[in-house]
């Protein structure tokens, strides 16, 4: 499913806005309908129309020392503030971005993160083709069809390559992804599986050679959750086969799935697509934050139903404290982590366990 949430901190937001609101007009946000194609490369860039959107990649690197986890992630919003303003520096859209490396040495995330209003050369992004900059950060899609992501900071830098090794899967149907009980409750969505990387990663001042697979998600919309939703689980699984795996459950603050999907897609290209019925996650194992008393399920069972029964995967997480704390930014707390388990490495991500998820 992914990603709202960083981009819409209220007080990021509020530091970006920087002209009076006179004469105010609200924002008229564009509404995710079904039966609207998927057009490339066009889908690959910006939608400013919508409220919302994410570029998210994350993935598994074998360096050296063994595997590591990361996580490069640009957003777009288009904030509720005065669309009349003539200002420069009104913040029509904002751009934001976190990156993250799960390293089993450290024990810990090291994360950066970058944010600031689209223009004056610093932060924009195309709206033909998949082209994001935001300062020193980058993720870019060449003439050759690869995606080129530059991120990091003091503690550790991010600089790879990613070469897409199969057609984009086209979420829900045909690209319309509902995330609730009611229609407009849904994005636009499709994801790059079975990535293949190469690049570098520094880290403890020594850069060192990784290479592993990747998974990128692109989804845009203006009403993702149902009200009484507090979070949700998703995985992205790249699968030993050559299979990719996502599903994803909404949550209500019983922890009850709300509504739940996804869809699973052999290597040969066959493709099923999950009912929420479809869907279960369970809890095999919780850690609970020292630095947060957060309590996230880290350890998952998930099992989905195939045209020829179910299918079931027991996910554990490369470490336990992949906690990303994104307060700083205005963003909120939550867990997201590389796991692995039957044939499957891939990224878990949990919202909500901290407080609700308010988008």
Do not use: C
């Amino acid at each position: 499913m992914r990603r709202i949430f960083q981009a819409l901190g209220a007080a990021a937001l509020l530091l970006l806005t920087a002209a009076a609101d006179t004469g105010r007009i609200a924002p008229d946000y564009a509404v995710v309908k079904p039966g609207v194609a998927i057009a490339f490369p066009a889908d690959h860039g910006a939608h400013p129309a919508f409220r919302t959107e994410w570029w998210y990649v994350t993935g598994w690197l074998d360096s050296p020392e063994g595997p590591l986890g990361f996580q490069m992630t640009f957003f777009r919003t288009r904030p509720d503030v005065d669309q009349a303003n003539p200002s420069a520096f009104a913040a029509r859209q904002v751009l934001f971005a976190h990156a993250a490396l799960s390293d089993p040495a450290v024990g810990r995330l090291l994360h950066d993160q970058r944010v600031a209003r689209e223009g004056f050369g610093l932060a924009q992004a195309s709206t033909t083709d998949g082209d994001i900059v935001l300062d020193d950060w980058s993720l870019r899609r060449g003439a050759d069809n690869r995606w080129r992501g530059k991120a990091g900071g003091k503690d550790f830098a991010l600089d790879l390559t990613f070469t897409p090794g199969q057609p984009p899967l086209l979420q829900g149907q045909g690209g319309y992804s509902r995330k609730g009980p009611q229609a407009g409750q849904a994005s636009h969505y499709y994801s790059l599986p079975q990535m293949a990387v190469s690049g570098s990663v520094r880290r403890g001042g020594r850069t060192v050679k990784v290479s592993g697979q990747a998974w990128l998600d692109r989804e845009w919309s203006s009403t993702l959750l149902d009200p009484r939703a507090v979070g949700w689980d998703w995985v992205g699984l790249n699968l030993t086969d050559g299979g990719a795996l996502m599903a994803f459950q909404v949550r209500d603050a019983a922890g009850r799935p709300l509504w739940a999907g996804g869809s699973l897609r052999t290597a040969e290209g066959a493709r099923t697509v999950f009912a929420p019925g479809d869907v279960a996650f369970t809890t095999r194992r919780s850690w609970r934050s020292p630095r947060t008393g957060a309590v996230y399920p880290v350890e998952r069972g998930l099992a989905v139903q195939l045209p020829g029964g179910p299918r079931a995967f027991v996910l554990k997480p490369l470490f336990d404290d992949q906690e990303l704390d994104s307060r700083a930014g205005g963003g909120p707390v939550y867990w997201e982590g590389a796991v692995s388990g039957d044939g499957a490495r891939g990224y878990l991500e949990l919202t909500g366990y901290f407080e609700k998820l308010t988008l």
